[in-house]
């Protein structure tokens, strides 16, 4: 079985148990979505975001689609994991002289990496088009945007959280100006943050038909003691449009440019009526996951149709053994 090295120790992470006879790898909460439409003023839509816990509760940066469709960083907080409030200002940046950065055009997909005392934020910015964005933060009022990582285009980047061989990790996928009918998993090493470099493939996508058009990294990968757990979403091109469904890999502890196991099928595909009827249909996008680390509980959060927030469970046991078992 494999252990979690770095995962929560929390009392309240939202929870729970499996519905009696479902076999699945993972369930959905009975009480989806957890972010319904227009939850804060002038904010249409809230999905792809991602809650930490903070201070004994939950606090996280959340992609919040305009009135106008644009999207937009906020910060929300929850005593539960379940119930946020946001605050209606959004995200305004400064640089690592204190000094107030311009917002950008749109922000979206945020991902949230905690890292020694503080926390990165990574994020789809305008450059002259979408690229990766990097901030850090100690307490969710003040975030200091670093300079640009990754020349345009590319959305979906995650850091790992901690070094590697003395190196920030980030896995990214490079994509197109537009709905990037491509998309594969790469990962690039630094040093200091601003130099990016040796770059190395992860994984294509292809072979299966769910990841067929593109693979992306989700959430912050998990650190077990035989691997990093990475979830990811894959996407399937049908005649009626992209599908987005859940899938996940493990990764080589030290040098994690190598997947030790890619699992064939998909963890979950958009069925719930949530995830197939929404501003885009049949998108399920997973960009957040706690770890219990005592009990390997896991509650990932994930964004449906591109319109609500949503959260599912599993356990580290049961999903590292679906994706060993059903290992391509
Ligand atoms: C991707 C991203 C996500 C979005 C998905 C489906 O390219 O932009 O933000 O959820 O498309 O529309």
Redesign the pocket.
Known sequence: MSKVVKGNKMQNMPWEECPKGYEQPIWRYSQNPIIKRRPVEGVSRV??SAPVPFNGEFIGVF?GDNVDDI?HLYVGHSKDGIHFEFEKEQIHFVNEKGEKVPDTNYQ??PRVIPFEDYFFIVW?DDFAG?TIAIAKTYDFKKFVKFDTPFLPYN??GVLFPRKINDSYMMLSRP?DSG??AF?DIFISESKDLTYWGKHRLVMQRGYEWWCAL?V?AGPVPIELDDGWLVFT?G?NRTCNG?V?SIGAIILDKDNPSKVLYRCKNFLMTPEAEYETVG??PN?I?PTSALVDEKTGRIALYY?SA?TYTCLAFTTVDRVVKYIKDNAR
Request: charged share 20%.
């Open positions: 999905f792809n992609r999207p979206y997909d789809c979408p959305r979906n994509s709905h990037t998309g593109k992306g979403h996407v992209y987005y501003f885009v998108v996008f964004g591109d």
